[in-house]
């Protein structure tokens, strides 16, 4: 069962490494934050990846909070080298969480990649989405929770 909007945002306890902070990243209260679950072995992860970053981007400014969650799909998706070869191809500047154990992953109650969760500043999910289609929804839901025009 999906995890059901008004949920408050679980914890991220259990990443195995982190890129791009020091330790877990202390996200802030009263602020949006964007959850994304991807994988180096998923081939729309990567369609949807500088969109994704244009998104990091464009909002991060106006107080979006994104953190990037990597969750393996198979065995040699856990080789670490493979995660950074694509944080370097795709620019991710965000907090960039190893899940390799699935804890996060399972709190999450998720089950895809690519996979989007928007909390809003009351740290509620307000919208949850997998794969390219849903990924069409996630900047006017960013925008909403931000407070954003249109």
Known sequence: ?????????????????WFNTEGAPK???DKVTLIH???VSCHICHETMN???AIV???EPEGLQVVALHMPRYEEDVDVDKVKVDMQEYHMTQPIGLDHEHKVTNRFENEY????FVFGKDGTLKFRAAGDKGFL??????REALGLEG
């Not at 069962?1 to 990443?15: D, I």
């Open 51 to 53: 969109d994704v970053m």
């Open 113 to 116: 990649v690519p996979a989007f």
């Open 1 to 17: 069962m999906p995890m059901r909007l008004g949920t408050e945002m679980p914890s991220l306890e259990g990443v195995t490494e």
């Open 27 to 29: 996200l802030e209260k």
């Open 57 to 59: 981007n464009k909002y």
């Open 137 to 142: 929804k996630v900047e006017p839901k960013v």
């Open 37 to 39: 679950f991807w994988a």
